[in-house]
């Protein structure tokens, strides 16, 4: 069975800093990954998706097979960042998706 | 934002009381889904449906019954709600292989 890993459960960060929320997973074909985010007060949503290779907010993220992860990274936190961060697999020709336990992120002034 | 909506977003109940919970879409999505999202264990699947009165387990399918007799509504019914049901359930609707799109959540208090 498929299963998203995210390491750390809080992280904190000063604005301007880099940082980079991680994300494992472990499926034996070949998924589809999300990074979903939720703000304050807001719903859940997507944030970006590996198929895409877009930037996203000054947000990208790369998907490693041969190490299978699929880190979110932003070379400049900004306040506006702080929110829980979900990292998500869709399984090949798949409609559910398998998320991953989140990340707070916390970016101090 | 107004595309999916929950209903109640909040109640208390007791335990051995049932408990439905309604979700409500406009934009004609083929799939919905119902998570519940608890610290530590981030979002799960409880059921989904792939079109109407076509429904389907996840992950965490026990104690939890779900209906879809129009494609717009996706009920999750808890039979006999505990207090290990407490939490904040997320109702999402999508085209299947493309993006969810997320409901703003209720937030269930079983005593």
């Known amino acids: 069975a498929q299963r998203v890993t995210q390491p750390e459960k809080l992280l904190s960060v000063f604005k301007g800093a880099p940082v980079e929320l991680k994300c494992n997973y472990s499926y034996s074909g070949s998924p589809e990954l999300f990074w979903y985010v939720q703000y304050s007060r807001q719903r859940l949503q997507l944030l970006l998706r590996?198929?895409s290779r877009e930037s996203i907010k000054g947000f990208t993220a790369d998907l490693n097979k041969g190490e299978t992860s699929f880190h979110l990274k932003k070379p400049f936190a900004q306040e506006e960042d702080s929110a829980m961060y979900y990292c998500a697999l869709r399984e090949t020709s798949g409609s559910r998706l398998t998320f991953g336990e989140g990340t707070q992120l916390t970016v101090n002034p | 934002d107004a595309g999916i909506t929950q209903s109640p977003r909040h109640k208390v109940t007791e335990t051995g009381t049932p408990v439905t919970l309604r979700c409500h879409q406009t934009?004609?999505?083929?799939?919905m889904y119902w998570y519940r999202q608890d610290p530590g264990h981030g979002l799960r699947l409880i059921h989904y449906s792939y079109g109407v009165k076509d429904t389907d387990k996840g992950e965490v399918s026990d104690g939890y019954s779900v209906s879809r007799s129009k494609t717009e509504d996706f009920l999750l019914t808890l039979e006999s709600a505990t207090s290990s049901q407490t939490s904040v359930y997320f109702c999402a609707s999508g085209q299947g292989g493309d993006e969810q799109f997320f409901g703003p959540g209720t937030r269930l208090t079983v005593l």
């Open positions: 934009e004609n999505h083929r799939y």
């Open positions: 590996h198929i």
